[in-house]
Antibody, heavy 118, light 106 residues
Framework: MQLLESGGGLVQPGGSLRLSCAAS????????MSWVRQAPGKGLEWVSA????????YYADSVKGRFTISRDNSKNTLYLQMSSLRAEDTAVYYC????????????WGQGTLVTVSS | DIQMTQSPSTLSASVGDRVTITCRAS??????LAWYQQKPGKAPNLLIY???SLESGVPSRFSGSGSGTEFTLTISSLQPDDFATYYC????????FGQGTKVEIK
């Protein structure tokens, strides 16, 4: 089972970035997925989650209205579109597989670093 | 929103010690609680789910207990590989993590 994030990098405040998470080794289309972030030297913060079909999406208040989660089950890929980025969005972003509906995160990717700075 | 508070923030212990970390929820979450271990530069790793169920492959020296608003993670005999940061997570209403407990070498 593998989750591989990509798309991180340096972006200016107010800019946009799209993260991807390629899944393999399990039936991606059968599991809800999530994004979690960790600012440098800080703890874990849940960011967003998406249902199996993609019809249900959920966001932390800190990113609501700026981030959009989506998935392409034909490509086994999870996405996070981030816009109106702020310095406080600087973090390592992890994708995670949700074991079952509204449950624990049983597999995590290795993360991709997003740095928001001018 | 459900808030999660861990204590202590840092814990100094020796190999072989029994270690206990506490996690408190701002409202009842029944048993909808997980514990994760994270080492520097690595992704978190699931240890315990549903408050007391041990994830497959996790050593039996790890155990979890509690329900409602108060939970504990216990390491029965601390091993060198266990020096890391531990997080609790509630999943009764969306997901919230505690601030973490760093277990360091005494």
């Amino acid at each position: 089972m593998q989750l591989l994030e990509s798309g991180g990098g340096l972006v200016q405040p107010g800019g946009s970035l799209r993260l991807s998470c390629a899944a393999s080794g399990f039936t991606f289309s059968s599991y809800a997925m999530s994004w979690v972030r960790q600012a440098p030297g800080k703890g874990l913060e849940w960011v967003s989650a998406i249902s199996v079909s993609g019809g249900g999406t959920y966001y932390a208040d800190s990113v609501k209205g700026r981030f959009t989660i989506s998935r392409d089950n034909s490509k086994n890929t999870l996405y996070l579109q981030m816009s109106s980025l702020r310095a406080e969005d600087t973090a390592v972003y992890y994708c995670a597989k949700i074991y079952s509906v509204s449950s624990q995160f049983d597999y995590w990717g290795q993360g991709t670093l997003v740095t928001v700075s001018s | 929103d459900i808030q999660m508070t861990q204590s202590p923030s840092t814990l100094s212990a020796s190999v072989g010690d029994r270690v206990t970390i506490t996690c408190r929820a701002s409202q009842s979450i029944s048993s909808w609680l997980a514990w994760y271990q994270q080492k520097p530069g690595k992704a978190p790793n699931l240890l315990i789910y549903k408050a007391s169920s041990l994830e497959s492959g996790v050593p039996s020296r790890f155990s979890g207990s509690g329900s409602g608003t108060e939970f504990t993670l216990t390491i029965s005999s601390l091993q060198p590989d266990d020096f890391a940061t531990y997080y609790c997570q509630q999943y009764k209403s969306y997901w919230t993590f505690g601030q973490g407990t760093k277990v360091e070498i005494k």
